[in-house]
């Protein structure tokens, strides 16, 4: 009998690999029947299935107030905490809202009592599991301790209690080995490990109908080669790294293609890697109002959106000079 597996999140929304991995668990899900509901605040799932909170969110105002006062500074404000309690109680509403509108009988946290994007959301999340006893899987992508603007706070209590909380109807699950040894050494709590995966059995379609206007829609001429950064923008992708190598092939012709947006960790990154292509004399091109997780029309445009596999094949060289990753 097929279950109703409820996935929470901050977003599950384009191409970061959360959404993509989350896509790829709800698949597999569905072949043995179990349904799966959504529940973040920023959400291009089925209004059917899903049910959007705002407040949940990393981006949202309210939580970039919170992260602003929380980290880089060791203490916190009264004013600070009740902001944090106040959101947490609403999200804890929410969540419960979403169980009972789903009838969900198990819950998948995807990264949000790993990394503490979303303070309130997790905190919400951690006592309504403790509250009801529901059956979780925790499955961690990235843990606060990886990242160093996490290491200077004022929430090392929220973060010890949730991030990730240590319940007994919490399963958790990594995707590398390195990852549940640390987590097994500074929480004492216990993981399997479920690497990030492709369906190698069923390759992705490529049609050649469709993206053949793709290097025109992005300005790349005939004689243009395609050096593609199919990453997010944010710093530890490392992208210096690909202006450098484009700026060492000494040839105007290579232009370096970048899919995803800026924006997780703020837009100074980009910013910089702009002026910095600018000075090498290298050509950076950002096309992520092209990028989607599906094909279609952009509504504003017209413009077709394509999906990451619709974009490599075009590629003459891929980049990931990532300076760290946890899928491997």
């Given at each position: 009998m097929g279950k109703n597996i409820g996935f929470v999140s901050t977003r599950f929304k384009g191409t970061?690999?959360?959404?993509?991995?989350?896509?790829?668990?709800?698949?597999?899900?569905?072949?043995?029947?179990?349904?799966?509901?959504?529940?973040?605040?920023?959400l291009d799932?089925?209004?059917?299935?899903?049910?959007?909170?705002?407040?949940?969110?990393?981006?949202?105002?309210?939580?970039?107030?919170?992260n602003e006062r929380c980290?880089?500074?060791s203490t916190r404000t009264s004013e600070i905490t009740g902001k944090i309690h106040t959101i947490r109680n609403y999200l804890k509403n929410r969540l419960y809202k979403f169980i009972?509108?789903?009838?969900?009988?198990?819950?998948?946290?995807?990264?949000?009592?790993?990394?503490p994007m979303n303070i309130p959301l997790g905190l919400a999340l951690t006592e309504l599991i403790a509250e009801t006893g529901i059956p979780t899987i925790a499955h961690h992508h990235d843990f606060y301790w990886e990242r160093t603007r996490f290491a200077v706070n004022a929430v090392q209590d929220y973060l010890c209690m949730a991030f990730p909380?240590?319940?007994?109807?919490?399963?958790?699950?990594?995707?590398?080995?390195?990852?549940?040894?640390?987590l097994a050494w500074r929480t004492g709590i216990s993981a399997i490990v479920i690497p990030n995966?492709?369906?190698?059995?069923?390759?992705?379609?490529?049609?050649?109908?469709y993206t053949?206007?793709?290097?025109?829609?992005?300005?790349?001429?005939?004689?243009?080669?395609?050096?593609?950064?199919?990453?997010?923008?944010?710093?530890?992708?490392?992208?210096?790294?690909?202006?450098?190598?484009?700026?060492?092939?000494?040839?105007?012709?290579?232009?370096?293609?970048?899919?995803?947006?800026?924006g997780d960790e703020g837009y100074t990154y980009k910013e910089w890697l702009t002026d910095y292509a600018a000075a090498r004399g290298v050509d950076i091109r950002f096309i992520s109002h092209f990028v989607g997780d599906k094909r279609g029309r952009n509504r504003k445009n017209g413009k077709k959106r394509y999906t990451l596999w619709d974009i490599y094949p075009h590629a003459d060289f891929v980049t990931y000079p990532s300076l760290y990753e946890g899928f491997g």
């Open positions: 970061d690999g959360v959404s993509l991995e989350s896509a790829k668990w709800a698949q597999m899900l569905w072949d043995y029947r179990h349904i799966s509901y959504w529940f973040a605040g920023c799932r089925h209004p059917d299935i899903s049910m959007l909170s705002r407040r949940a969110f990393f981006d949202h105002e309210e939580i970039k107030w919170i980290f880089g500074t009972k509108k789903f009838n969900i009988e198990i819950l998948i946290a995807e990264n949000c009592l790993t990394i909380p240590d319940l007994p109807n919490i399963q958790h699950v990594v995707i590398n080995t390195p990852a549940r040894e640390e995966v492709l369906d190698f059995e069923h390759p992705p379609e490529i049609d050649w109908e053949k206007t793709l290097r025109e829609d992005i300005g790349l001429g005939p004689e243009d080669k395609m050096i593609l950064q199919p990453t997010r923008v944010v710093q530890r992708k490392g992208i210096e790294h690909s202006i450098e190598l484009v700026k060492g092939l000494g040839d105007p012709r290579y232009k370096l293609v970048i899919t995803h947006e800026a």
